[in-house]
């Protein structure tokens, strides 16, 4: 069901389709409109995400880098954790990352991506990275601008995806909704 906004209070609520042309009467402050889509949901990103990876006693994992990804209806390239064991997102690379995949005009719709809620972040192991890994080669595009300023050239966009040791897979999703402008996330980095 579609997420929608009270005009009124500011209050998200799901509808489904059929209710859109139809008169609405929220349910927290008891305004009444007639739903149309000018009332789903848009959800802003976060100026900067800064996730930290950590050992399972909280200490920083900072062993080996890892790749993380990061995919809000669009994918970005692997971004790898720095010494410290922190991956920082700004927000002007989810643009770069969304004109990559415009750029392989493998998207045909480009539509607002601000209704999306939900940024996904994942942190492969080793067998699902190389698959991934694996489908960006065949992909036969070429490294794209984004990739480009992270890693230079293929081999290493390649080698990027791929932790060096095999690590637990790691998944969490971040509700821009009910998020500020700066999002920390604590990721438990497992080796097996």
């Known amino acids: 069901m579609p997420?929608?906004?009270?005009?009124?209070?500011?209050?998200?609520?799901?509808?489904?389709?059929?209710?859109?042309?139809?008169?609405?009467?929220?349910?927290?402050?008891?305004?009444?409109?007639?739903?149309?889509v000018v009332h789903l949901a848009h959800y802003q990103l976060p100026n900067i995400i800064r996730i930290q990876l950590q050992n399972i006693d909280g200490t920083p994992f900072i062993r080996?880098?890892?790749?993380?990804?990061?995919?809000?209806?669009?994918?970005?390239?692997?971004?790898?954790?720095?010494?410290?064991?922190?991956?920082?997102?700004?927000?002007?690379?989810?643009?770069?990352?969304?004109?990559?995949?415009?750029?392989?005009?493998?998207?045909?719709?480009?539509?607002?991506?601000?209704?999306?809620?939900?940024?996904?972040?994942?942190?492969?192991?080793?067998s699902d990275a190389i698959e991934v890994s694996n489908a960006r080669i065949k992909s036969g595009w070429p490294i794209l601008d984004f990739e480009k300023e992270l890693y230079t050239d293929m081999p290493s966009l390649i080698a990027a995806y791929v932790p060096i040791e095999d690590i637990v897979p790691v998944e969490a999703n971040i509700d821009i909704a009910k998020e500020k402008d700066v999002v920390d996330l604590d990721l438990i980095i497992e080796t097996l």
Do not use: H, W
């Open 3 to 36: 997420e929608c906004i009270c005009p009124s209070c500011k209050t998200l609520f799901s509808a489904s389709s059929s209710e859109f042309g139809e008169n609405y009467r929220c349910n927290s402050c008891g305004a009444e409109f007639a739903l149309d």
């Open 64 to 126: 080996f880098s890892i790749p993380v990804i990061v995919d809000y209806g669009y994918k970005f390239p692997p971004l790898q954790s720095d010494s410290l064991g922190q991956v920082l997102i700004k927000r002007e690379m989810f643009s770069k990352a969304q004109r990559d995949e415009i750029s392989t005009g493998m998207m045909d719709y480009r539509g607002d991506y601000s209704l999306n809620r939900f940024i996904r972040i994942k942190v492969l192991g080793r």
